[in-house]
């Protein structure tokens, strides 16, 4: 999505040629005040003029972009068109990634169609990318920052630990230097995460102290800057007396009236200018006030204007008839729909509802006491597609009779019933292991099922198969009321065969898969069988890659399980963590019906992807994983990892 998503934006910035700005208005249309604030830190003169001229050192706008425009400006030269084409790629770039935690959020919330249409659409939809390829300005990169605040937050859930929490500060304090607006949802992301440690009765005090710190550790240096400059202390934007009047006044309609700024109205610059940024704005603003206190009522009215234009879009003039009104009827449908969405995911008690309904009510509440714009409104734009995705994927057509007949209303949904779990182990020079290991099996209990261990040799040359024969298991582990079964290939054929043999010889109703190496822990089968028993899971992953204990495996290896899971997912439409692991449980009737043919490693892959076509409810459990190395006798290898990547796309397109 990502990588699709950057190219089709910069790809349109070139053949739409947006780089090439106006030039006859001094260039200020590239960035604006930004643009000017970058020149100036460009020519070094510092943080100051924002508009036209000198007009000394400045608070109007938050820091971390206009050193970004600055810093393309050293390296493109002013205003270039080689700087405006770097500066929208880069804000294409976190365009783009947006659609990352875009589907992670979604994914996290609701579940994988909804993350999987959320993000495509954000790949897409031309409104949301017009900001990004149109715009030298920080909303791309603070709509990708606040989403990314959104996904921390969301999995910081009941974690004390401080460096997240320390990394969380610190994160807040930068999107504070980057778009100021954004802190207003910072206090309900910190409460709600203080709730969660309360509820699970961990320590909050210290490490919500400690991100606190770090929150104005980071905003220190800007803080004292303009404490030093101005000689007055404000926090991060010394502007908002401005945007107030220009919301305010006798011309006021509920938009921005231009001539009260000082980009438009010449009067305004020049009284800008003579009296300095401070004094300017704080006159401005006590000006304003002044005025709502005696036109109460007009500024209600005002205010209720602001919030209709926010989410419907402001009225404007377009040489194309409909054009506005229907570019403004989309942008109402998906307020409706995110609204909608929200009102739903809190009537269903989604989880984290709650968060995503304080973005949406406390967010936008400056622009309706200041004036809209539609770049106000992107940065809500990924919670407001993700809620209407979530909407739509609620609707079910209404055309079978749902009505439960009265016998049955009471009656409460029974659990599949199972008698015997077969375990399939398939063997290939293990001498040294598969007595211990078949032990093990034998001794974890798995309640009152049935045990059948079927063992298939798949030609070993290391003693291995004879002494299979020498031990006559069925005898030795029929004492203990388990059945077993040893079937002898006599050719090496490969794991794939070797459990399609197996399944020739069970009869239980669920089979798992357990190697002999030691590697995976037959104490884990409790676990593993319960999604069954219960009656949730058609089939049950073993997921190696958790927070408990198990064997640190080789970086390089971790990586290329990472890779091939996620590229498995991706075509799959799964969210599987370890597609890989050799621990799965299935019904007999669901294996049957996959109609397996891989011989080796990559029936694991064959597997997943049969289940995926099938829309198997598939469950993951974290187990226990001891690693072996090649020396410890592990036969997987490098040709295995590209045969697996070859039939992960064979069985996707062909099978």
């Known amino acids: ?41 460009a020519t070094g003169h510092g943080f100051s003029s924002p508009f036209y001229g000198d007009t000394g050192p400045t608070a109007w706008a938050a820091p971390v972009y206009p050193y970004i425009v600055a810093g393309a400006f050293k390296i493109f030269g002013l205003y270039t068109r080689s700087a405006s084409f770097a500066l929208l790629t880069f804000n294409s770039f976190f365009s783009a990634l947006t659609a990352w935690t875009v589907y992670r959020i979604a994914q996290r919330m609701f579940n994988e169609t909804v993350a999987v249409w959320s993000g495509w659409l954000w790949v897409f939809l031309p409104n949301l990318a017009y900001w990004g390829v149109r715009m030298v300005w920080e909303t791309s990169l603070s709509t990708f920052l606040l989403t990314a605040l959104i996904l921390l937050t969301l999995k910081m859930e ?45 320590s909050w005090f210290l490490p919500a102290l400690a991100s606190a710190i770090v929150f104005f550790a980071v905003l220190s240096p800007w803080l004292i800057r303009n404490d030093r400059v101005f000689h007055k202390p404000f926090l991060l934007r010394g502007n908002f007396g401005v945007e107030l009047h220009c919301g305010n006044n006798d011309m006021a309609e509920g938009l921005w009236v231009a001539l009260a700024h000082p980009t438009q109205g010449i009067p305004v610059y020049q009284r800008y200018k003579a009296m300095g940024e401070v004094a300017y704005v704080a006159q401005t603003q006590k000006d304003t006030v002044a005025w709502i206190k005696a036109h109460k009522e007009r500024f209600a009215v ?51 509802a709650g968060l995503f309904a304080c973005l949406l009510i406390f967010y936008p509440a400056v622009y309706y006491i200041t004036f809209p714009n539609p770049r106000y409104r992107h940065p809500l734009d990924p919670v407001t597609l993700i809620l209407g995705v979530f909407l739509v994927s609620q609707t079910r057509p209404d055309t079978e009779d749902t009505t439960v007949p009265e016998s049955l209303a009471t009656t409460e949904p029974q659990s599949p019933v199972f008698h015997t779990l077969s375990i399939i182990i398939p063997v290939y020079n293990e001498r040294r292991t598969v007595m211990q290991l078949l032990n093990a099996v034998a001794r974890q209990p798995i309640g009152e099922l049935h045990k059948e261990m079927v063992i298939v040799d798949d030609f070993s040359t290391d003693g291995t198969r004879e002494f299979l024969q020498e031990m006559d298991l069925p005898s030795l582990f029929g004492k203990q009321g388990i059945t077993v079964k040893v079937v002898l290939h006599e050719m090496n054929k490969g794991k794939g065969a070797g459990v399609r043999t197996a399944l020739e010889h069970c009869t239980g109703e669920l089979v798992l898969m357990q190697d002999a190496d030691l590697e995976y822990d037959p104490a884990d089968y409790p676990a593993l069988l319960k999604p069954l028993l219960d009656g949730h899971a058609d089939a049950v992953f073993g997921n190696r890659f958790h927070y408990g204990s198990h064997r640190v495996p080789r970086f390089y290896r971790f990586v290329l399980n990472r890779v091939f899971s996620i590229t498995c997912n991706m075509l799959t439409g799964l969210a599987l963590n370890d597609v890989t692991a050799c621990y799965k449980v ?43 190395t090649y020396a410890e006798g592990k036969k997987i290898n490098w040709t295995d990892g590209v045969a697996a990547f070859y039939h992960l796309i064979r069985f996707q397109l062909k099978d």
């Open 302 to 352: 005002l205010t209720f204007r602001r919030f209709v234009y926010f989410w419907s879009g402001p009225p404007r003039i377009s040489k194309v008839f409909y054009e506005e009104e229907l570019k403004n009827a989309g942008y109402l449908a998906t307020a409706c729909l995110g609204w909608w969405g929200c009102f739903l995911a809190l009537k269903k008690r989604i989880h984290a």
């Open 586 to 628: 299935l019904t007999r009737d669901l294996f049957n019906r996959l109609n397996l043919k891989s011989d080796r490693f990559s029936f694991e892959t064959e597997l997943t992807v049969k289940l995926a076509k099938l829309k198997a409810r598939i469950y993951e459990v974290p187990i226990v994983y001891h690693g072996r």
């Open 158 to 202: 009941g974690d004390d630990r401080f460096g997240r929490w320390i990394f969380w500060g610190a994160l807040w304090g930068f999107v504070a230097l980057t778009n100021t607006s954004i802190c207003s949802f910072t206090p309900f992301a910190g409460l709600w995460l203080v709730y969660k440690l309360h509820q699970q009765r961990k």
């Open 1 to 41: 999505m990502v990588l699709i998503g950057f190219v089709a934006r910069v790809l349109y910035i070139w053949l739409a040629h947006t780089y090439k700005f106006r030039a006859n208005d001094e260039n200020f249309s590239f960035g604006w005040e930004i643009g000017r604030i970058a020149q100036s830190i």
